[in-house]
């Protein structure tokens, strides 16, 4: 059987509203011949008169009785699923929301933006989980809200993105290294034993900061590999290592050590900020958005 119009069910709450074709069409801004087709399609469709004559006006069947309560609250429920959602009461919002951030984000930016939501909607609750890799697979199937990370080629395409703030690397040694003391020349840094961060977990990694070295014929050398800029940082507070590492995303990490801007051409990094289309137009999705831009805007960095 074919599928019945359901724009016949507004018809429908109309006429049982009104008992009459005439005042029905008026209603609706339909002619009169108009509105009599409609009815007859109703009655096709039903397989009951629904509106009969009686003497010079119309009167409504057992059928359309036992309808009209029926008719008027699925219309009302169909205009309420179509209407724009009304404002946002973020006061009483009770939801969590699962972000999944680059190494670092949590604990430079994870206190304020905690605080803030802390003030402003108590109701809500943040689940931040390491990210691993670069795959969208997690914003697509919903496990995760809202992520943050450098946009790559693996990046989603449909994929809904904003730029949250740049970054730069930065040197980073313990204190008392030799480092620490006088200027960094490009020789000095790359004659350093260094740490890699690389989530790929490779031995050697071609890096903005390498190809920028082998440009000036320089070559550092690599001693080992972490999954993430923290472990970096954790080793090289313990020993004569160095790490390079994003000054912004570190500046809580990298504290009671020595920083030094890194003595060659290296280009900036864009942390952006990653959902997926279907949240796009979601009123507490959206205010969550705002917070975590706003944040990573206010949040002061430990400069060098």
């Given at each position: 059987?074919?599928?019945?119009?359901?724009?016949?069910?507004?018809?429908?709450?109309?006429?049982?509203?009104?008992?009459?074709?005439?005042?029905?069409?008026?209603?609706?801004?339909?002619?009169?011949?108009?509105?009599?087709?409609?009815?007859?399609?109703?009655?096709?469709?039903?397989?009951?008169?629904?509106?009969?004559?009686?003497?010079?006006?119309?009167?409504?069947?057992?059928?359309?009785?036992?309808?009209?309560?029926?008719?008027?609250?699925?219309?009302?429920?169909?205009?309420?699923?179509?209407?724009?959602?009304?404002?946002?009461?973020?006061?009483?919002?009770?939801?969590?929301?699962?972000?999944?951030?680059?190494?670092?984000?949590?604990?430079?930016?994870?206190?304020?933006?905690?605080?803030?939501?802390?003030?402003?909607?108590?109701?809500?609750?943040?689940?931040?989980?390491?990210?691993?890799?670069?795959?969208?697979?997690?914003?697509?199937?919903?496990s995760v809200d809202l992520e943050t990370g450098v946009l790559a080629e693996t990046?989603?395409?449909?994929?809904?993105?904003?730029?949250?703030?740049?970054?730069?690397?930065?040197?980073?040694?313990?204190?008392?290294?030799?480092?620490?003391?006088?200027?960094?020349?490009?020789?000095?840094?790359?004659?350093?034993?260094?740490?890699?961060?690389?989530?790929?977990?490779?031995?050697?990694?071609?890096?903005?900061?390498?190809?920028?070295?082998?440009?000036?014929?320089?070559?550092?050398?690599?001693?080992?590999?972490?999954?993430?800029?923290?472990?970096?940082?954790?080793?090289?507070?313990?020993?004569?290592?160095?790490?390079?590492?994003?000054?912004?995303?570190?500046?809580?990490?990298?504290?009671?050590?020595?920083?030094?801007?890194?003595?060659?051409?290296?280009?900036?990094?864009?942390?952006?900020?990653?959902?997926?289309?279907?949240?796009?137009?979601?009123?507490?999705?959206?205010?969550?958005?705002?917070?975590?831009?706003?944040?990573?805007?206010?949040?002061?960095?430990?400069?060098?």
């Open positions: 059987m074919p599928k019945p119009d359901l724009n016949l069910l507004v018809t429908l709450d109309v006429l049982l509203a009104e008992g009459s074709v005439a005042r029905a069409a008026k209603r609706l801004r339909l002619s009169p011949s108009a509105m009599s087709r409609a009815l007859q399609r109703l009655r096709e469709t039903t397989g009951d008169p629904l509106l009969v004559r009686a003497g010079r006006g119309l009167v409504a069947t057992p059928r359309a009785l036992e309808l009209r309560e029926r008719v008027g609250r699925l219309v009302e429920e169909a205009e309420a699923v179509l209407r724009p959602q009304g404002k946002l009461e973020i006061e009483r919002l009770v939801r969590t929301f699962t972000l999944r951030t680059s190494d670092g984000f949590v604990e430079n930016f994870g206190p304020t933006l905690l605080s803030r939501l802390g003030a402003e909607a108590p109701g809500v609750r943040l689940c931040f989980v390491q990210k691993p890799n670069k795959d969208s697979g997690p914003l697509r199937d919903g990046t989603g395409p449909e994929l809904r993105t904003q730029a949250l703030f740049r970054d730069r690397f930065v040197g980073v040694v313990r204190k008392g290294h030799g480092l620490s003391r006088g200027e960094v020349t490009p020789e000095l840094y790359a004659a350093g034993r260094h740490i890699l961060a690389s989530r790929r977990g490779l031995d050697k990694a071609v890096t903005g900061i390498d190809v920028a070295l082998g440009a000036i014929g320089l070559e550092r050398e690599i001693v080992t590999t972490v999954g993430g800029f923290s472990s970096a940082l954790a080793l090289a507070r313990a020993s004569d290592l160095v790490a390079s590492v994003p000054e912004r995303h570190t500046s809580v990490l990298r504290a009671g050590m020595h920083s030094f801007p890194l003595p060659f051409q290296v280009p900036q990094i864009t942390v952006s900020l990653l959902w997926h289309p279907r949240l796009h137009a979601d009123p507490a999705h959206r205010w969550l958005r705002g917070c975590i831009r706003e944040v990573c805007g206010s949040v002061a960095v430990c400069r060098l």
